[in-house]
């Protein structure tokens, strides 16, 4: 229908108000809903005009002034103020771009009106939000808002509308509202004259956390809005960010304290709205204030390390002062960069190479949690990807694994077994990937040398849950143990073999203490208890609590039978993998108290239980392993596949076989396993024939009763290995045979017999086997053969082999050969002295004499450098391995007590000076073997001060290891002590502190001690003395300081019972007391006191001392106190080379020269008389420099010298310290006497004078321990040195003071020296047994 013409109406200023057709005028008399009803018509009105409606927007002008009226712009009627509001934008889209509103005032208002009415946009569901959205839309059309730039406080209308925004937008809303902000918005901000603070704050405020996670679609709305119109405001963040930043302004903004997140929220919309910030951030890296670093840290952190950044190609400059950081003096800032580079390394493997230098700073930072976060932070991006981290970082978590503090060794264990898992087990990336960490697993295992019990624990954990995971199924479980002890280098397979060893031993301990509970109750008993808990607390992490916990679990057995069943049950030899899981779950589920969740006492329980029970190996995973190798045997395994080729899976598995025979022998015991195990006896591989047997030996006891015919193809197998099988073949099949066979008397007879009979020393290839068998026997079976062992001994083995050379060894001049060089006939010989000594250990009686003689015999050998014929005919290297043999078995016998008793100090001093031998392999086994039987209490204590001796070593790394030893010794002896109540009677075997007496006398006894008042040779006595008393005086246990002064003191008051009517033997060893009261005296304050018992000198060395004997006099003189303690620098080293002669009296002497040859241990007929003195330990620790290892086969050390007329000497060397000048003629005069024992030098022509030639030389050249003879001139000095070297004859002559001779064929006396050429040259005096 149509509406009647608009009715003009009055206005208030007298205008007339035209409304539109069938309105009537809208006035406050009126109500609500009819206003309401009126205005909506009015909005419709409006709706449908448009801007070139001329005619009625002139009409409808004062309609348009009307509804801007107060009545309108304050009704309280949310309904009218909405339509009033959609009336208003429509009128500013019809009159735009003029709006019919002229007073700021009015606009101001107006707008403001608007703005609270766009609140109604919240509510979508309300029935009015199509007229929100509607009003909200002509709005943005129109830009109706940029009216307002030409108001003064525009701002205001500005921060009120970008605040309402912000607070309506709501999840609820479709795209179009967004849409329709943002333009509203973005026009102000890019139309205008700049962003206020205010409004600016108005928008980042939805950025900052808190804000964020309250509206998240206002944080959208700012970020896209952000994104629009990045341009404009950039330079308004710029200015806010300097204000704060730079100048400090914080009252700028309220947002001040936010400005690090804003950063942060900034970077991730747009780094474009940074640029002017970035530098910004630089300067604030460099801060005095820690925690303003800190924090600045914080957030490049995660800018430099969010993932699609490029903030640090785009920025170096400011990438490379954040790197800067890493090293900064703040540890949480150092913290805080270490943390950063774990995304940085996973979102930026580009920058792994910056990340690389830092993190191996920080991974030797001083802070253990610095360097804990590097190691978590290289290992999670590792297991994110492998290819993230190249081979250095790894390195740096390897090295960690041996930190000093047990968080950080844990971390980085841990993480190389998670790496290990994951790449090598799982394979989940592929071979390379897995080759990458194959080292892992070596050296995992390798840790399990530390001392500390939690690394072993750990490794232990690691083992059964990343290496070879327990909860694998059996067939499974051994493919992987067999293949990683296939691949395991030699030491990681010593350390998981030592593992088993001690999970065995730890299982013996808790079965002999199952066994206590079953005896009655008493005294004895309960000591051998509390015994046994001690051990088995030493076994858990930290053994303090741990005792405490032992205690209590021992209590609970004793009253739990049910119990101690399932713990007999877990440790018995017949448990299988699956009921030591199910017993495990019991016994712990017993001890779990609900009421405590945190139960120390369960947990250090669960730890003794994982560690006794067998969660690998049982019958059944014995039988897998052996299906395993037999597929390897038919070539049907996968060991290429594996990465291991067949012989070596065959090696490594029946390596893995014997040393699980060891420890789970029942396991063994099948017709399978053994028919198995009898093929591999039929193989040509003689370290697979050798396990093999070996494992008979350790688990076929029952082979007899139970498996007949595994025992009938055994037995001739086991003789032909005894009789042409290799050494060790022999040795084992000699055991097996006494081990697992009832009738053993009869099998070694039908092996003995045909061997004694065929022995040929013509024929040395052949005699080797047979004489390892031949020992083993009558060691074994000494009542049945020691008797018809005893002509073999005495018409063949030294008759005929040992005292006859029959071939010529090679003379090229090497002190040692490697094994398959060494001629036949020294290898019969070696055997034959080893057999000497089976042979006197079986019988264990000296009746016959025998040991006599074979000591002599021993002794002769050492004497004559190896060379017992001394024809000459025998190579350097084959002596060096005669001499090691002799003083190994020398020190063999001394471990049987019988033998011990009548080993004369003559012999015990030649066997120590083995330890310093020329040839370094020589001093490093025999160092080996000394210290193996000292650990095991096997050797007397004399024998521990044989270590001293190797102060002289000129090699660094075999003085450390000789220290390293001593420690180990020291520290075992006291601890044994402790443990052992019954060793208070043994005190004088086991007290370490009793070395010193055996000691001093054994340096009073040193060949090179001959004058006890050359302040060079005391000061060798003293390094001597102090190696060994710098580790006993570690700590001052039970005034142990005063006790070793007073043994000192005490032996003053005796005498030498070696020589006790030589006065000048008695005056050596009242030297080296002073000199070894003066070591105390200024190492000790503590050593005054009074010692709590008087020491016991053992009589073998020192006579008892005599009644009212007094000896007061000082034998060092207060000059040479203070020369020995003032550490005066010395000219020369103790030793002269690497490989140094055996020290005792009549060795010839060795030259050191220049030179660069490479080979080693070569000997040629070369002399420098220039002579040398000696030089302390820590001059000569400069050897370890150039690059001599104790591991190495032939070390050679090369040193330059002044030039001289000298012929350069291959691979010798020439000790670059020099001496006085003042000190050469003499020490030279000393050295060149022939008579002297330098027979055996060959000196060249042109190097007569080289005292002349070269005077700067250093004034003795010392290789070993040759005689001192007094100097009485030169005019001899060449005279003989093209005579024939008479090895040993000096070495044997006997001393006027000490009469007795050697037996016939030990020794030879010494040919008469021309006295009138040499009056003065002294003979060389040997102790040895006469």
């Known amino acids: 229908?149509?509406?009647?013409?608009?009715?003009?109406?009055?206005?208030?200023?007298?205008?007339?108000?035209?409304?539109?057709?069938?309105?009537?005028?809208?006035?406050?008399?009126?109500?609500?809903?009819?206003?309401?009803?009126?205005?909506?018509?009015?909005?419709?009105?409006?709706?449908?005009?448009?801007?070139?409606?001329?005619?009625?927007?002139?009409?409808?002008?004062?309609?348009?002034?009307?509804?801007?009226?107060?009545?309108?712009?304050?009704?309280?009627?949310?309904?009218?103020?909405?339509?009033?509001?959609?009336?208003?934008?429509?009128?500013?889209?019809?009159?735009?771009?003029?709006?019919?509103?002229?007073?700021?005032?009015?606009?101001?208002?107006?707008?403001?009106?608007?703005?609270?009415?766009?609140?109604?946009?919240?509510?979508?569901?309300?029935?009015?939000?199509?007229?929100?959205?509607?009003?909200?839309?002509?709005?943005?059309?129109?830009?109706?808002?940029?009216?307002?730039?030409?108001?003064?406080?525009?701002?205001?209308?500005?921060?009120?509308?970008?605040?309402?925004?912000?607070?309506?937008?709501?999840?609820?809303?479709?795209?179009?509202?967004?849409?329709?902000?943002?333009?509203?918005?973005?026009?102000?901000?890019?139309?205008?004259?700049?962003?206020?603070?205010?409004?600016?704050?108005?928008?980042?405020?939805?950025?900052?956390?808190?804000?964020?996670?309250?509206?998240?679609?206002?944080?959208?709305?700012?970020?896209?809005?952000?994104?629009?119109?990045?341009?404009?405001?950039?330079?308004?963040?710029?200015?806010?960010?300097?204000?704060?930043?730079?100048?400090?302004?914080?009252?700028?903004?309220?947002?001040?304290?936010?400005?690090?997140?804003?950063?942060?929220?900034?970077?991730?919309?747009?780094?474009?709205?940074?640029?002017?910030?970035?530098?910004?951030?630089?300067?604030?890296?460099?801060?005095?204030?820690?925690?303003?670093?800190?924090?600045?840290?914080?957030?490049?952190?995660?800018?430099?390390?969010?993932?699609?950044?490029?903030?640090?190609?785009?920025?170096?400059?400011?990438?490379?002062?954040?790197?800067?950081?890493?090293?900064?003096?703040?540890?949480?800032?150092?913290?805080?960069?270490?943390?950063?580079?774990?995304?940085?390394?996973?979102?930026?493997?580009?920058?792994?190479?910056?990340?690389?230098?830092?993190?191996?700073?920080?991974?030797?930072?001083?802070?253990?949690?610095?360097?804990?976060?590097?190691?978590?932070?290289?290992?999670?991006?590792?297991?994110?990807?492998?290819?993230?981290?190249?081979?250095?970082?790894?390195?740096?978590?390897?090295?960690?694994?041996?930190?000093?503090?047990?968080?950080?060794?844990?971390?980085?264990?841990?993480?190389?077994?998670?790496?290990?898992?994951?790449?090598?087990?799982?394979?989940?990336?592929?071979?390379?990937?897995?080759?990458?960490?194959?080292?892992?697993?070596?050296?995992?295992?390798?840790?399990?040398?530390?001392?500390?019990?939690?690394?072993?624990?750990?490794?232990?954990?690691?083992?059964?849950?990343?290496?070879?995971?327990?909860?694998?199924?059996?067939?499974?479980?051994?493919?992987?143990?067999?293949?990683?002890?296939?691949?395991?280098?030699?030491?990681?397979?010593?350390?998981?073999?030592?593992?088993?060893?001690?999970?065995?031993?730890?299982?013996?301990?808790?079965?002999?203490?199952?066994?206590?509970?079953?005896?009655?109750?008493?005294?004895?008993?309960?000591?051998?208890?509390?015994?046994?808990?001690?051990?088995?607390?030493?076994?858990?992490?930290?053994?303090g609590k741990a005792q405490d916990f032992v205690k209590k679990f021992n209590q609970v057995l004793g009253d739990d039978e049910k119990l101690r069943s399932q713990l007999e049950l877990l440790i018995s030899p017949t448990c299988s993998c699956k009921q030591a899981d199910v017993c495990v779950r019991e016994i712990a589920r017993k001890l779990a108290n609900p009421k405590q969740p945190t139960n120390p006492f369960l947990e250090m329980v669960k730890f003794l239980l994982e560690r006794i029970a067998p969660v690998h190996i049982d019958s059944e995973a014995i039988s897998a392993l052996v299906k395993l190798m037999n597929k390897s045997i038919e070539g049907t395994a996968d060991d290429e596949e594996e990465g291991v080729s067949p012989d070596t899976a065959i090696r490594a598995g029946l390596e893995l076989l014997k040393v699980l025979s060891f420890t789970h022998p029942t396991s063994f015991h099948s017709a399978e396993t053994y028919e198995s195990l009898l093929q591999c006896l039929r193989m040509e591989d003689d370290k697979v024939a050798e396990a093999a047997i070996q494992i008979f030996r350790n688990t076929g006891h029952k082979i007899e009763t139970d498996l007949p015919q595994i025992r009938s193809t055994l037995i001739p197998i086991l003789h032909q290995k005894a009789k042409r099988g290799t050494p060790h073949q022999a040795k084992q099949a000699v055991h097996c045979i006494h081990a697992i066979f009832s009738n053993k008397e009869v099998q070694l007879a039908q092996i003995f017999e045909p061997l004694s009979r065929s022995l040929n020393a013509d024929v040395p290839e052949q005699l080797i086997t047979p004489l390892v068998s031949l020992g083993h026997i009558s060691m074994l079976a000494p009542d049945q053969f020691a008797s018809p062992m005893k002509s073999v001994v005495a018409n063949f083995i030294v008759k005929d082999l040992l005292m006859n050379d029959r071939s010529t060894g090679e003379k090229n001049g090497k002190l040692w050969s490697p094994d398959e060089e060494v001629s036949p006939?020294?290898?019969?010989?070696?055997?034959?002295?080893?057999?000497?000594?089976?042979?006197?250990?079986?019988?264990?009686?000296?009746?016959?004499?025998?040991?006599?003689?074979?000591?002599?015999?021993?002794?002769?050998?050492?004497?004559?450098?190896?060379?017992?014929?001394?024809?000459?005919?025998?190579?350097?290297?084959?002596?060096?391995?005669?001499?090691?043999?002799?003083?190994?078995?020398?020190?063999?016998?001394?471990?049987?007590?019988?033998?011990?008793?009548?080993?004369?100090?003559?012999?015990?001093?030649?066997?120590?000076?083995?330890?310093?031998?020329?040839?370094?392999?020589?001093?490093?086994?025999?160092?080996?073997?000394?210290?193996?039987?000292?650990?095991?209490?096997?050797?007397?204590?004399?024998?521990?001060?044989?270590?001293?001796?190797?102060?002289?070593?000129?090699?660094?790394?075999?003085?450390?290891?000789?220290?390293?030893?001593?420690?180990?010794?020291?520290?075992?002896?006291?601890?044994?002590?402790?443990?052992?109540?019954?060793?208070?009677?043994?005190?004088?075997?086991?007290?370490?502190?009793?070395?010193?007496?055996?000691?001093?006398?054994?340096?009073?006894?040193?060949?090179?001690?001959?004058?006890?008042q050359d302040i060079d040779q005391l000061r060798d006595v003293k390094e001597c003395l102090w190696f060994m008393l710098e580790v006993l005086m570690t700590k001052n246990e039970n005034n142990s300081h005063a006790f070793m002064k007073k043994m000192a003191e005490n032996i003053k008051l005796t005498r030498d019972a070696q020589s006790p009517d030589e006065p000048k033997a008695n005056e050596k060893l009242y030297t080296v007391c002073d000199v070894a009261l003066c070591v105390i005296n200024s190492k000790s304050a503590l050593c005054n006191a009074d010692s709590p018992k008087d020491p016991v000198l053992p009589t073998k060395f020192f006579t008892q001392p005599e009644k009212d004997f007094c000896n007061d006099r000082n034998y060092i003189s207060e000059e040479t106190r203070v020369v020995l303690l003032t550490g005066k620098p010395k000219p020369t080293g103790v030793l002269g080379t690497v490989n140094k002669p055996l020290s005792a009296t009549g060795r010839r002497p060795y030259i050191r020269t220049t030179g660069s040859e490479t080979g080693s241990n070569i000997s040629v007929n070369s002399e420098l008389s220039s002579s040398a003195g000696n030089r302390s330990r820590e001059q000569s620790s400069d050897i370890s420099e150039t690059g001599v290892s104790e591991n190495d086969e032939n070390p050679v050390r090369i040193i330059s010298v002044t030039p001289a007329k000298t012929e350069p000497v291959k691979n010798k060397e020439i000790n670059s310290d020099q001496a006085t000048q003042g000190n050469s003629t003499e020490r030279g005069k000393k050295r060149t006497a022939t008579a002297s024992g330098t027979e055996n030098i060959h000196q060249k022509p042109e190097e007569k004078n080289v005292d002349e030639t070269g005077p700067s030389l250093a004034a003795k050249t010392r290789r070993g321990r040759p005689a001192k003879p007094e100097p009485q001139g030169t005019t001899a000095k060449n005279e003989e040195t093209n005579k024939p070297p008479v090895r040993g004859r000096k070495r044997a002559a006997v001393s006027q003071e000490s009469p007795g001779s050697l037996e016939a064929g030990n020794a030879k006396a010494p040919k008469q020296q021309d006295t009138t050429k040499k009056p003065a040259a002294t003979q060389r005096q040997i102790d040895l047994q006469r």
């Not at 330890?915 to 193996?932: G, M, P, S, T």
């Open 1 to 543: 229908m149509d509406f009647p013409a608009a009715q003009p109406k009055p206005a208030a200023d007298g205008k007339i108000i035209y409304y539109p057709p069938g309105v009537k005028e809208i006035t406050d008399k009126i109500t609500n809903d009819e206003v309401v009803k009126r205005l909506k018509m009015v909005v419709k009105t409006f709706m449908d005009m448009d801007q070139d409606s001329e005619d009625e927007k002139q009409q409808y002008l004062p309609l348009a002034l009307h509804l801007a009226s107060e009545f309108f712009l304050r009704n309280p009627n949310k309904d009218v103020r909405l339509l009033v509001a959609c009336c208003l934008a429509d009128i500013f889209r019809i009159y735009a771009p003029e709006a019919p509103y002229t007073s700021h005032d009015k606009l101001k208002d107006i707008f403001l009106f608007i703005t609270r009415q766009l609140k109604g946009l919240e509510d979508t569901k309300s029935p009015q939000f199509n007229r929100y959205f509607y009003l909200l839309e002509n709005l943005a059309w129109v830009k109706s808002y940029n009216i307002c730039f030409e108001l003064e406080d525009c701002n205001e209308i500005f921060i009120q509308l970008f605040r309402t925004l912000f607070s309506v937008i709501n999840n609820s809303h479709n795209q179009k509202v967004q849409m329709h902000m943002l333009d509203l918005m973005s026009s102000i901000i890019m139309e205008g004259d700049g962003v206020t603070q205010e409004l600016l704050d108005s928008i980042l405020i939805n950025l900052i956390p808190a804000h964020k996670n309250l509206n998240k679609q206002a944080f959208d709305l700012a970020k896209v809005l952000l994104k629009r119109t990045v341009q404009t405001i950039e330079p308004c963040i710029a200015n806010f960010f300097n204000q704060v930043l730079v100048l400090g302004k914080s009252s700028v903004s309220d947002l001040s304290e936010h400005v690090f997140d804003l950063i942060q929220e900034l970077f991730a919309i747009d780094p474009h709205l940074l640029l002017s910030v970035m530098p910004q951030l630089e300067f604030k890296l460099k801060s005095n204030d820690g925690e303003e670093r800190l924090a600045v840290v914080r957030l490049l952190a995660k800018l430099f390390g969010s993932k699609d950044s490029d903030l640090a190609t785009q920025n170096r400059p400011l990438w490379q002062c954040f790197l800067g950081r890493f090293n900064d003096i703040h540890v949480p800032v150092r913290l805080e960069s270490v943390k950063f580079a774990s995304h940085c390394l996973m979102n930026h493997p580009d920058l792994a190479k910056d990340l690389t230098e830092y993190l191996k700073v920080r991974s030797h930072d001083p802070e253990e949690a610095i360097r804990h976060d590097v190691i978590v932070t290289i290992i999670t991006a590792g297991k994110r990807d492998l290819s993230l981290v190249n081979d250095q970082l790894l390195g740096f978590v390897r090295e960690r694994t041996l930190d000093k503090r047990w968080r950080v060794r844990k971390e980085a264990m841990m993480g190389l077994a998670q790496l290990y898992k994951k790449y090598c087990l799982h394979a989940e990336a592929g071979k390379d990937a897995a080759e990458k960490v194959s080292w892992i697993k070596d050296k995992l295992l390798h840790i399990y040398y530390q001392n500390s019990i939690d690394d072993k624990l750990l490794v232990e954990k690691i083992f059964a849950q990343y290496l070879v995971p327990h909860n694998l199924e059996t067939e499974e479980r051994m493919k992987c143990l067999y293949y990683l002890y296939a691949s395991l280098d030699p030491n990681a397979v010593k350390a998981l073999n030592e593992m088993w060893k001690c999970q065995n031993m730890l299982r013996s301990h808790v079965r002999e203490l199952l066994d206590l509970h079953k005896q009655p109750t008493s005294e004895a008993n309960s000591a051998a208890m509390f015994g046994k808990l001690m051990t088995i607390a030493k076994n858990l992490p930290d053994p």
């Open 825 to 1012: 006939e020294v290898l019969a010989k070696v055997q034959a002295i080893k057999l000497l000594v089976r042979w006197l250990l079986g019988m264990k009686n000296n009746q016959s004499k025998s040991a006599n003689s074979t000591l002599r015999l021993l002794s002769a050998m050492l004497v004559s450098e190896g060379d017992l014929t001394e024809q000459k005919r025998i190579s350097k290297s084959d002596m060096s391995r005669l001499r090691l043999a002799a003083g190994s078995a020398i020190m063999k016998l001394a471990q049987e007590p019988c033998y011990h008793e009548i080993i004369t100090p003559e012999q015990f001093q030649l066997c120590a000076l083995v330890i310093n031998d020329e040839c370094y392999q020589v001093r490093q086994i025999f160092a080996q073997k000394l210290h193996k039987a000292l650990v095991k209490l096997l050797l007397p204590l004399e024998y521990m001060a044989i270590f001293a001796l190797c102060a002289k070593d000129p090699v660094k790394e075999r003085r450390a290891h000789a220290r390293q030893c001593l420690l180990k010794n020291i520290s075992i002896r006291r601890e044994y002590i402790k443990q052992n109540p019954m060793a208070n009677e043994k005190l004088l075997s086991l007290l370490p502190e009793y070395v010193v007496p055996y000691m001093i006398h054994l340096l009073a006894h040193d060949p090179d001690f001959t004058k006890p």
